[in-house]
């Protein structure tokens, strides 16, 4: 079984703050990583998607990976009240459990972000 | 705006009937949509691959005569939960992949279903 980790949390942090959100996976063949954001009692919306090494930023938020430590984070620069969800990380994997062995997203536990006035 | 909608947002239902819910995806075509079922305080799990014209593709130990699966367009899948039972009490989300270099995939809102 193939494992995307994440802290569950609640991770607290003051406004305008940073917040770090840590992932790491166990498959190294993984090429695709997500970050998705999700509010209680919604579905999950895609903040980010990276698929280098390195840093990708969009606007607050910057993504980074590293498959060599097969680590995958993302950080919230000015933290706001309203970006206290749950962040999910995902990685776009095969699946050997599958009858046909295709890829699909494999998604961690998600972290509890709570961003504090 | 929303890519990927779904139909109902919520249902009720008594135990022993089946609930059909839909996925259709906006303003482009999706060969592939994902079925995922979420319990409260719990991550996604994926259900089922959902393939135009072709049978669903369900991940272990999910029941395929339970949970039927039909991709019947391009732009829309149903699933429809067969005598349902108050186990079957759940958020289930639809999700589509926009295609073709991308991986990305979005989400449906979700259609949580309480079964009495």
């Known amino acids: 079984q193939k494992e995307v980790e994440q802290n569950s949390g609640p991770l607290s942090v003051p406004e305008g703050a940073i917040a770090s959100l840590n992932c790491t996976y166990s498959?190294?063949?993984?090429?695709?990583f997500f970050w998705y954001r999700q509010y209680s009692g919604k579905s999950p919306e895609l903040i980010m998607s990276?698929?280098?090494?390195g840093d990708k930023e969009d606007g607050r938020f910057t993504a980074q990976l590293n498959k060599a430590s097969q680590y995958v984070s993302l950080l919230i620069r000015d933290s706001q009240p309203s970006d206290s969800a749950t962040y999910l990380c995902?990685?776009?994997?095969?699946?050997?459990?599958?009858?046909?062995?295709?890829?699909?997203?494999?998604f961690g536990k998600g972290t509890s972000l709570l961003v504090t006035p | 705006g929303a890519v990927v909608s779904q139909h109902p947002s919520w249902v009720i239902c008594k135990s022993g009937t089946s609930v059909k819910i839909e996925c259709r995806s906006l303003?482009?075509?999706?060969?592939?949509m994902f079925w995922y079922r979420q319990f409260p305080k719990q991550s996604l799990m994926l259900m089922a691959t959902?393939?135009?014209?072709?049978?669903?593709?369900?991940e272990q130990g999910v029941e395929k005569d339970k949970f039927l699966i039909n991709h019947a367009s391009l732009t829309l899948s149903t699933l429809t939960v067969t005598s349902a039972h108050p186990e079957d009490s759940s958020f289930y989300i639809c999700?589509?992949?926009?295609?073709?270099?991308?991986?990305?995939?979005?989400f449906g809102p979700g259609t949580r279903l309480t079964v009495t």
């Open positions: 999700s589509a992949p926009l295609g073709g270099a991308s991986y990305e995939q979005y």
């Open positions: 498959d190294r063949g993984s090429q695709s």
């Open positions: 990276i698929y280098s090494n």
């Open positions: 995902a990685v776009y994997e095969r699946q050997a459990r599958r009858q046909n062995s295709g890829y699909a997203l494999n």
């Open positions: 303003d482009f075509q999706a060969t592939t």
């Open positions: 959902s393939n135009e014209g072709s049978k669903a593709t369900y």
